[in-house]
Each structure stands twice: as C-alpha cells, then as structure tokens.
C-alpha cells in the first residue's frame, strides 16, 4: 500500500510535465518507467564517445516570451533550466525539382527564399504564413491547461475573448484548406504538404490548422533551440526538479496492468509483481498500449473504439545514427535536413528522408574531429517482422547502403567518412520506447475536422487519464508538454489542490 497521490506510467515528456506540474503543487508523485533512464522518445543512448537523441532533436519550446514556450516553463516550475543553443535554421529542405530552400528563424528572410522559387504566387503565400500567426498569437495569449475544465475555459475566456473566439474558429480547419484559398500552384501546395508531414506524418489536408499555426509561427518566434547537452538533458532536468519538489522516480518498473476496483483504476502492477496504489492513474504509455495491454482484463471502452476508427498508428521509423568525420559536411551545413527525391514517394516507406546533425551547434557530442549524424525515414514495422537474425542483420545493412547513397548527393564523400553506424528499425523503437507497433503516434485514417477528434487527458475509467502524443494535441516535445500542462491542471481540481 502506497500513500500516493498521483501515479504516473512512464517518464516521456508528457508523463514528466505531468508529475512535476503536480509535485510542484504539493501532489505525492511516483513515476515508474520501464527502462533504464527517463525520456522515452526523447531520450539518448552512447556509444564509443558519441551521445546520440533516440528521437526528437529540433526543438520547439524553448523560448523565452509568450505562454507557448511550454518546456522553458515547464522545466522554471521545478526550479531547474537548461541552457539552449539557437538553430539559425529550421530546416534545409532538398526537394524534387530542385527546391533546394532553408527556413531562415528570421520570417521575412524565409519568404523571400520561398517567393524567389514561387514569384508570382507571393502574395498567398504571405497570407497563408500570416494566416499562421493569427493561431499563434491566440494561443501565445493565454495560459495553456485543461480544455476539459470548465472554470480555467470561463476565466481565460473572459481574460481573452478575441482569442478565445479565434481558437475556436480554427479547431475543426486543416493546414490545407486554408493554404489553397491563398495559393493555387500545384508545386507549392506540395511545399506546404511537406512543410505539415515533416512533424505531423500526414499531408496539410489531414494536418490540423491549430498545429500548423505553432509550429510555422513559433520557429519564427521562440524559435527552434537545441539543449546543450543533448536532447536527452530535458528529461534529466525534468527528473531532477521532480525529485527536489518531493516526487519519486523508479527505472526498471514495467507496468504490466492497471488495477481496477468497481470499474475504477486504484493501482497498478509492475512484471515483478509488485503492487502500487494511488488515488488517480496517468499512463503515458500510448492508447493502444494502455487500453490493448494494460487494460487487456476489460473491454476497450466505447470511447476508445470510437477513437480507433477515427485514427490510426503512423508508421515507426528506420533510423541510422552516424558518426562521421568532420570533414564530411560542407561548409555551411545545416542541422536539419529533409531529403525527397519524387514528390509521389513523400508518404511511402524510404520516402522522405530525416537528417539532424546536432553537433553542428553542440560540438560536445562527439569525440573532437567527428559530428553525428542521424537520418531517420518511415517504415512500417511489418516489413521487419518474421525475419531470421541473419536476415534481419542484412536487411538492415541494405536499408543503410541506400540511406547512405541518397545522402552521398548532399554530403560527398559520406560513406568513406564513416567511423559509426548503428541501424535501429521499427523493431527497435517498439522494444526500447514500449510504443505498440514501434508507431511515431496517432494519425487520422482520413481527413477529419481538425483537432476536434482527439482526445483530452480524462478517459472513459474514473481515475485513469492520459497524456503524450496519443492525447490532444498530438505529437512533438512541445505538444506533450502541452499536454502534461494540461493533465496535470485537470488532475489537481479533482484531487482539489
Ligand atoms: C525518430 C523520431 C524523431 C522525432 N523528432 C522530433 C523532433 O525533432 N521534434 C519533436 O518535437 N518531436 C520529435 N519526435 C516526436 C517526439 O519525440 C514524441 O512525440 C514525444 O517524445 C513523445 O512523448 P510522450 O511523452 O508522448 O511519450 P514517449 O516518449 O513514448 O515516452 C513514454 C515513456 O513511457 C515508458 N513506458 C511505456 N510503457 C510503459 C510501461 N508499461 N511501464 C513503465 N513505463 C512505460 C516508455 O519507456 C517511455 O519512457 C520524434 C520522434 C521520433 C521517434
């Protein structure tokens, strides 16, 4: 028996927001995460001198202004700071038809290098960008917490009502209704496809508008950052600050059910057998893995059902993590790239191609003379299933030669340049992150009314809510930290603190 408040499965970003939200409030916080350090998606793995991201490595969040800067504040209420370094770039985009464009954190530069491939279309494409903003700044207005309670909804309603009114004019829109009322070119359209599938895995169609407004702002505004130290320093921080305000953290605790009395979730048991209880439950771990397995002794609710046939899993990722000699990258190279060769391919397996080289702005995370390179594309985890370990083995080293090959055209001299390769597959993801399927996060199976269909942090069992990327509003650091403000504000007025 345990006297806890707030039980949290799993120390991703949005179960970390989540309990420090709630230990700097006074709550009683256990985490319990399944491997052998906090982050999930977030976290970080060394090898032979190099500190690779597993995942996340461009960075929103982090600005000093506003209220969307939801990692800065975050990591303040727990008394803790990183320090950041500022990406000049957001991204260096290489794409067919030789669209070879940087998104400069400065908003005029970045139209004018996008009007120069579109001239006659500057006009749109200035008003879908300012379009952008309008989202931005109602959110950036107000305080960010729990939809689901309607005291904050009335206060920030009454304290911003403009906002307010804009908000909700914008939740059922997606990023690409709104781009073809201001831009008719079918080349530049596809542009704006990427510019949404490059974080939301789905084209601008199916992109909710709410998201594309933050994310097209905000790197403008507080700008993408990336933590010195590596990506895997927020959730350090965030652990740290969680224990110095009274939390607890335990690794190696792998929750295997969720204990339930009178249809309401009390506790939760670990593979070992041990038993916690506490009087309300997070889950951190995504839907399909809290409801399909932690909850295998019950029927998936209604709700949930509803939720599946709306959405479904993304595809995980074949991730190639580099290290390589210094000399490999030109002068001038960004950290961020994205690589498409034919725009027909922008959604299948092996399409789209993913590079950040982190230590382009943090030389501390390779040995001297040497940068890491990491270069992800989507792959779908039934392409790694049945294998052999031989087979396995030379499958991954054939996917490698033909990533290795596509970036030889943008850094020559790659393959020779090589000192470190470690291939991680869809596989990979599902055993070291727990995430069913080894999936990036929910997608829409069609095109839906924007953000309205995805769920908040309460879920159908009394006592059991749920945060990160399966909840609103969807993946991304920034987004799951959102989302951990959120449950954490709704979760205090239940338990009254
Ligand atoms: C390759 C890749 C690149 C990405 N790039 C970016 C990027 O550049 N920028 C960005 O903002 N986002 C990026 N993302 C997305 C971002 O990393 C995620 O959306 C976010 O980290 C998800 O956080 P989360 O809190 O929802 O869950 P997760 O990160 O999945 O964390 C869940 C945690 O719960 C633990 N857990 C699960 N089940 C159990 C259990 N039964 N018992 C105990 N513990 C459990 C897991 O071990 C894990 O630590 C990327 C993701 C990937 C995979």
């Known amino acids: 028996m345990q006297d806890t408040d707030v039980i949290v499965i799993g120390s991703g970003i949005g ?27 977030a976290g970080y793995f060394e090898r032979q001198g190099y500190r690779f991201d597993v995942g996340a490595s461009m960075i929103f969040g982090f600005g000093q202004n506003g209220t969307t800067n939801l990692l800065t504040r975050a990591l303040q209420a727990v008394n803790v700071s990183l320090d950041v370094i500022p990406d000049p770039v957001q991204i260096h985009y290489h794409l067919p038809n030789g669209l ?29 960008y300012d379009e952008c903003w309008r989202v931005f700044h109602c959110l950036n207005s107000m305080d960010l917490l729990s939809l689901e309670e309607p005291r904050y909804l ?23 209704d709104v781009a073809r009322r201001y831009i008719q070119d079918p080349q530049l359209l596809k542009f704006i496809d ?135 990258l030109p002068q001038g190279t960004e950290c961020h790239h ?27 995370l390779a040995p001297s003379g040497y940068h890491i390179i990491h270069a ?7 392409d790694w299933q049945g294998l052999s370990g031989r087979e396995y083995e030379e499958k991954k080293q054939e996917a490698a030669r033909r990533i290795v090959d596509r970036l030889e055209k943008i850094f020559p001299g790659l393959n020779a340049g090589l000192d470190y390769l470690e291939v991680g597959t869809p596989r990979t993801h599902r055993r070291f992150l727990g995430r069913e399927d080894g999936t990036y996060g929910p997608i829409p199976r069609h095109k839906l009314r924007g953000l309205l269909g ?41 338990l009254g603190l």
């Open 338 to 364: 994205i690589v498409l060769e034919d725009w027909e391919k922008m959604t299948a397996p092996e399409g789209t191609l993913f590079v950040s080289i982190p230590t382009l702005l943090d030389p501390d």
């Open 100 to 128: 070879d464009l940087k998104v400069e954190r400065v908003y005029e530069k970045f139209l004018q290098n996008l009007t120069a491939y579109f001239p006659n279309q500057s006009q749109g494409i200035r008003r879908f």
């Open 454 to 494: 995805m769920p908040f942090n309460r879920t159908a069992i009394p006592g059991l809510y749920c945060v990160g990327d399966s909840t609103f509003p969807g993946q991304g650091l920034n987004a799951v930290a959102f989302s951990g403000f959120a449950c954490a504000h709704r979760i205090a007025v239940d």
């Open 15 to 41: 179960g970390l927001v989540t309990a420090t939200q709630l230990a700097a409030k006074g709550a009683k916080v256990l985490v319990l995460e399944r491997y052998l350090i906090p982050g999930g998606s």
């Open 376 to 382: 992800f594309t989507p792959e779908w985890i039934d």
């Open 154 to 176: 009335m206060r920030v309603f009454f304290q911003h009502p403009l906002a307010c009114l804009g908000l909700v004019k914008y939740l059922p829109q997606n990023a690409g």
């Open 194 to 328: 990427m510019e949404c599938y490059c974080w939301s895995v789905v084209p601008a169609d199916m992109t909710p508008m709410i998201n594309a407004g933050m994310v097209f702002s905000d790197r403008h505004y507080g700008g993408v950052n990336y933590p010195k130290g590596g990506v895997g320093q927020i959730a350090q921080k965030l652990v740290e600050g969680l224990v110095k305000a009274g939390g607890q953290i335990k690794y190696q605790a792998r929750v295997t059910k969720i204990i339930l009395e009178n249809r309401s979730s009390v506790g939760v048991q670990l593979a070992n057998g041990q038993i916690y209880r506490a009087k309300r439950i997070v889950s951190n771990a995504t839907r399909w893995d809290t409801f399909g397995k932690l909850l295998s002794q019950q029927k998936i609710p209604f709700a949930e059902k509803k939720w599946q046939l709306r959405y479904h899993k993304s595809p995980s990722f074949l991730s190639l993590h580099m290290g390589v000699k210094a000399e490999v």
